[in-house]
């Protein structure tokens, strides 16, 4: 490795040699420390490369290759470079063999300014770093001088190298960036055998490549959301072998089941199959006996929603009833119940029953007191980057968690979250919630979801899809975070329907927010490119840890139970 580091000093030297004070071999030094910088930015090109194919996928392998290519590339190779050039001086400095032709060790020897004398002397005969800062020389003004270039200039460096790895990292998870600059700290320090005077100009040519460093390993870019989005492949376990029963014996039958359970079919099965809403135990069909109606909360397109009394269990409850209680509207309402009574989520809605009143089919669900996110946002102002964190975050498990049993919700827009006493967010109003694959359930001529929230897919008459969900929680973050749909307002329902359809870009989206880039991807008009709810829960969750908050705390203040003029519970649709 010595005459490597030789050879690159040679190579330095002819790349870069002014004739001018401090020396041409004091220039050829800093260009060497260019030539020894390359080498990290190589390394995070190459993780970076690697990500475009793996995303986020951070296995045992993985993990592995990022490990060795910021060991080598970051602390081996330059440790090797930078004490091979230091000991090509020292060797030159004491008339030793040094790898250097008999002309470059004549201009080696040459003189050069006053206070640089022999450059041969100047840089390979005085003392090493450790020295240098733990054994000066009592010359206090050569000190400073020496701890803010042999300290500062690596510090300084550092926060570059720590910019390279997370730019090597981004959409992803920022903890296997430090395999890319721990290293760097490991070069710094065992680097204090070098010659101070060659450690200085090494550092002041490694210090430019690092920041320019940057510009590669941006043009190289992230990995796309395809690749990060795309589901990880587990390998099932072998079932274990099974016991082989002795030949005599004829093996037992199996035992008889009086009731099979539907649980392990599928999401899509359950919410679409015919027949009867499962029955809580110490229900009853007779609505009208049993759940004692208070006061009307809300009326929309589909139905009316009550405040009401569980008189069985001493509850409070909301009551959504039909309409027009007509056999489609019986069957949406059934399809709605069968498909909200399999998500199970903190923020989600809960469904308790389905009942037949004197007015039509009724769904009966969770009473929420609190007010919904648009009032929360009229009233006190948009939210700040941390409060639109756990919105997002916690909205989307909770929608994450109805994609998981087959459910698209179709219209998410501010008004269809609630927060509760304690500020916390809670998906209401699965009015026009439909299984995949179930589009016969809409009525004729019905814009399904809002205009001014409404997924540009949607808007042009494409079919809804997780996509179209996840586009619309990020439109209502973004009004959370600004207080503005993100194409804006329009002067009617129908002009925001044609800019939807149009795919007008967002206009009013929070600039200034920590969460502006993720708007962006997550607003993008073709729903293939969108991070999928997974990816920005994690995303968010990350970003929260990173700020030292955690995910699940309160989203405004809490509201004072007596603003009851502002207390609201699962409103229908408008």
């Known amino acids: 490795m010595n005459a490597f580091a030789s050879w690159l000093l040679s190579l330095a030297h002819t790349l870069f ?37 793996t995303g986020n996928t951070y296995d045992a392998a993985t993990i592995s290759v990022i490990a060795v290519v910021g060991l080598v590339t970051v602390f081996l190779v330059p440790w090797l470079l930078a004490n091979g050039v230091s000991a090509s001086f020292r060797a030159a400095a004491a008339g030793q063999p040094s790898g250097l032709s008999g002309a470059e060790l004549g201009t080696l020897n040459r003189d050069y300014c006053g206070f640089i004398g022999r450059q041969s002397e100047y840089l390979g005969g005085g003392q090493n770093v450790f020295e240098t800062l733990f054994y000066p020389s009592g010359n206090r003004l050569a000190y400073g001088y020496y701890l803010g270039a042999l300290i500062g200039l690596p510090v300084v460096t550092l926060f ?46 490694f210090l430019p490549v690092a920041i ?42 199996p035992p008889k089941k009086d009731y099979a359970p539907t649980a392990l079919a599928p999401a899509e099965q359950l919410a679409s199959a015919p027949g009867p809403v499962p029955v809580p135990p110490g229900s ?22 009550w405040e009401a009394v569980d008189n069985q269990l001493g509850r409070t409850v909301a009551l959504k009833i039909a309409h027009a209680p007509d056999r489609d509207t019986e069957e949406r309402m059934r399809r709605e119940a069968r498909a909200l009574a ?28 609190g007010q919904a996110l648009a009032t929360a946002v009229d009233g006190q102002g948009p939210l700040d980057d941390v409060a639109a964190a756990r919105l997002w975050a916690t909205t989307a498990g909770a929608l994450a968690a109805a994609h998981d049993k087959g459910v698209l919700h179709r219209d998410i827009k501010p008004s269809n979250i609630i927060l509760d006493p304690g500020g916390l967010p809670h998906l209401i109003d699965f009015g026009i919630a439909r299984s995949r694959g179930d589009s016969t359930m809409t009525a004729t001529g019905m814009m399904i979801g809002t205009p001014d929230f409404v997924a540009p897919e949607q808007a042009a008459g494409a079919a809804a899809s997780p996509a179209s969900d996840a586009w619309q929680l990020a439109a209502t973050v ?51 490119r969108r991070p999928t709810l997974n990816v920005i829960q994690r995303e968010i969750e990350g970003w929260l840890a990173r700020a030292g908050k955690s995910p699940d705390g309160p989203v405004t203040r809490i509201v004072p139970r007596n603003q009851t003029s502002a207390t609201r519970a699962l409103p229908p649709r408008r």
């Open 17 to 53: 040699n002014p004739g001018f004070c401090p020396g041409d071999w004091v220039w050829a030094t800093s260009a060497a420390g260019a030539l020894i910088a390359l080498v990290p930015v190589l390394g995070a090109v190459i993780v970076a490369i690697m990500r475009k194919f």
């Open 160 to 205: 570059f190298m720590i910019l390279q790895a997370r730019s090597a990292m981004r959409r992803g998870q920022k903890w296997p960036g430090r395999l890319l600059w721990v290293p760097y700290v490991l070069f710094v320090v065992l680097s204090s055998t070098v010659e101070a005077n060659t450690a200085v100009h090494l550092w002041l040519g």
């Open 212 to 253: 320019l460093g940057l510009i590669p390993i941006a043009l190289v870019g992230p990995p796309p959301w395809a690749v990060i989005n795309r589901p990880r492949r587990e390998r099932n376990p072998e079932p274990p072998p099974r016991p082989t029963p002795p030949p005599q014996q004829p093996p037992p039958a």
């Open 284 to 305: 009853t069909s007779n609505g009208s006996e049993r759940y004692r109606r208070v006061r009307r909360l809300g009326h929309g397109g589909f139905g009316t929603v």
């Open 342 to 369: 399999m998500v199970s989520h903190p923020n989600c809605v809960k469904v308790y029953d389905l009942v037949e009143e004197p007015d039509g089919l009724a769904l009966v669900m969770e009473y929420l007191e």
């Open 478 to 528: 973004s009004y959370a975070l600004s207080g503005y749909p993100p194409r804006g307002t329009r002067e009617s329902p129908m002009a925001a329907l044609m800019a939807a359809a149009r795919g007008e870009p967002a206009s009013r989206l929070p600039q200034r927010s920590a969460h502006a880039r993720l708007l962006i991807a997550s607003l993008d008009n073709e729903p293939r």
